[in-house]
């Protein structure tokens, strides 16, 4: 029977050991790799419809996988003015202002990706951007898609005039006088503004989601692990699947809220499977805390202006249960968690359902992004099995080495230095998985990982921050696909090239272990391959 895909001319590349395989051809047929062996093996394999591409020494490996990323709702967060380029008030401002002057009489304007680092040292407010939001109004995000900033016009249709509070850690932030300012941390006081402003039709995030995965898949990536389904992002999925246009292969975990009732769990319990061939619920996304940038994380000791005191979920211990439940049901997790309290008590929780089902190893549950731990709970993960979930380029793009950032200010000298520890969770056996969290961070699984290797911006501007915590190519490498793979309880079928495995395939013009840190990103992608069909290819292949 032939084959629906031969690659020829090719470098086969083991992630598990680092070195190239024996083989210079791969086949593929109904998703499944078939054959690793010569071209003349290959080429036999081939038929009148099998795609065959001669590779001329490309690189083929295991598709790269983002362990962190949220294409569908990201897709409708960025449809407004990019603000992510804008290192000052002044770029901010006159961005701003082409915006407004491109906007339909009475439209809002929405953006993204606002640092709180171009503030300098204003207050993150409205008032810092002047005159030029007057009368319009606006919704704009900050880069961690954790608190956002509203304009006064926006402020007023919202009706939102003073505090409020909320079942869950949110804060309408306010002046001495009991002003709202403008900025709104967490999601509940964001949605007051969100509920007002006009959202995109059905029709357009799809176009927009469309956009955003072929693009994705063009930087080399065939998976995500995806971490939401809010609104319609399921039937988007689906939708998407159904024409043929679904060029990752992801993993969906719905959101489990502070105010989820019993009722509302045992509904994320039975989504659990469901989806399609390449798109299924598989999990579930908590959050144990906010940011440290915005003061709403949960630290053992205060930051140094008395913030990040307190957890997401107003009782913690209605947590633990909700983790319980779900463990139980076999359900894994990953719950946000940047703080050093956060993170602790996701841990104690996970351990606690453990000890009272069937211990470490049947529910692979993980945390998310860890960007403040001390050592004894480094040590904590591996024994309990809970994967590492990092973000390397937030760290890269949002922080520097001499500690003058907004995150590195609030944490101290001590906490700063001691940041976003990929190595000492890998030396002390965790599994550590790489992602962008896009679109907090780009999303090419080439940046994601030279981030993790020299741990500088990607305009290489800067010296690395905590280089000690980087990671070598090889580590890098298997973080972005056996790691996954394995959190993903799919290592018998994913992350490594061999028969019977899944024909999720990245193909890079040079060798990823063998480039510099510095050139990583640099490095062309050939092919994008997705249960055996090409989803991206270079013109000239």
Known sequence: MPADLVLLSAR????????????TALAARDGRIVLLGDDREARALAGPRSTVLDLRGAVVLPGLTDGHLHPVSGAERTMGVDLSACRDLDAVRAALADAVRALAPGGWLRGWGLDPNAFGGAPVGHAALGSVLDGVPAFIELFDAHSALAGARALELAGIDGPRAFEQGSEIVCDADGRPTGLLLEDAAC?????????????????RATEVLRAMAA???????AMDANGDTLAVYAALEAEDALPLRLRVHPWCPPEAGDDAVAELIRLQGTGGALWRVAGVKLFMDGTIDNGTAWLEAPDRHGESTRAFWPDPRRYTRVIAALHRAGVPTATHAIGDAAVRHVLDSVAQAQAQTDGPGAVRHRVEHIETVPDDTVRRFAPLGVAASMQPTHCCEFTRADHTDNWS???GEERAGHAFRCRDLWDAGARVVLGSDWPVAPYPPLEVMAGARHRRPADLSLPPHGPDQALTPLRALRAMTVNPAWVAGEEGVAGRLAVGYRADLTVLAEDPLAVADTEL????????????????REAAL
Request: no cysteine.
């Open 521 to 536: 990103a640099q490095v062309p992608v050939v092919a994008t391959v997705l249960a055996g069909r090409v989803t991206y």
């Open 12 to 23: 086969l590349l083991d992630p598990g050991t680092g070195a190239l395989l024996p083989h």
């Open 219 to 225: 930087s080399g990536l065939t998976g995500g692990h």
């Open 409 to 411: 200010r609030r944490l």
């Open 191 to 207: 949605a007051l503004v969100e509920a007002v402003a006009p959202r995109p039709t059905e029709a357009e995030v799809r176009a």
